[in-house]
């Protein structure tokens, strides 16, 4: 088993897609300006009346695919001290801000983060605004959408994930010189759309490359349905609260 790092608490993911009648830069420039301070506002304030908040807020912008289309906008990553419960109506079916007018509804889902390699990311806050929402780049980003085929023993498929393939993963990376890999397993699979999520950082799109050309099956294909996962790639990352 490879060396890793269980965050405490739970991660929980919020996958993004626009509505049609939305363009791709509507979304993103509504989604910083107008959702995330409004988040990072709320957030702050739960903290200091002493009630239950997210300690760190990131939001990542996936590339489109080589067809021009993107699978999901992004994902935001809120991570708290416990799984927060499914909201009766997804969030966005009344707007409250003009992003939610701009997204498709969208629910929460509640994950268990390990980290295997903890390379540093920046976070620099605005100087000439406010601190924060602030951006990073300068990475390749690729993010793996996990689904599993239908009647898959979790405890078995999350074991090997982290027992074997994980291992494989972080051999690879470190050799083609990967900077940051994280896990997310769902704490409840059959009732997700994914299983769980992987996010590899590399420096540039060679050593994505080069690690596509070196890392070899491991056997997660028996547990995993390549058909309805995604891989997507990424560039860019929003910083809420860092």
């Known amino acids: 088993m490879a060396n890793l790092t269980e965050t405490p608490g739970v991660k929980m993911l919020y996958l993004i897609k626009r509505r049609s009648t939305t ?18 506002e709320g957030q702050g304030a739960q903290q200091t009346a002493g009630k239950r908040h997210a300690t760190r807020y990131i939001a990542t912008l996936f590339d489109a695919d080589a067809s021009g289309a993107h699978v999901w906008d992004g994902v935001a990553q809120l991570w708290w001290d416990e799984a927060l419960n499914m909201p009766d109506v997804p969030h966005g079916s009344i707007p409250t801000d003009t992003f939610q007018e701009k997204a498709q509804s969208y629910v929460p889902w ?34 793996f959408l996990v689904s599993a085929k239908r009647d898959t023993d979790y405890g078995a498929f999350f074991k090997h994930w982290l027992d074997v393939h994980v291992p494989n993963v ?23 759309p994914y299983a769980g999520m992987a996010e590899l950082y590399f420096d540039d799109a060679d050593a994505w490359s080069e690690y596509q050309r070196l890392i070899q099956p491991d056997g997660m294909e028996q547990w995993v349905d390549p058909d309805n996962m995604a891989i997507l790639r990424a560039q860019t990352e929003m910083i809420g609260i860092p």
């Open 110 to 143: 509640a994950t268990k983060e390990y980290v295997v390699l903890d390379g540093a990311l920046p976070v620099q806050p605005l100087t000439l605004h406010e601190p924060f929402p602030s951006t990073r780049s300068g990475f390749l980003k690729v993010t």
């Open 23 to 40: 363009s791709r830069e509507e979304l993103v420039a509504h989604w910083f300006k107008n959702h995330m301070p409004a988040v990072i």
């Open 170 to 192: 972080s051999g690879v990376m470190r050799e083609v010189g990967g900077t940051r890999y994280c896990v997310s397993h769902s704490l409840d699979p059959s009732n997700e």
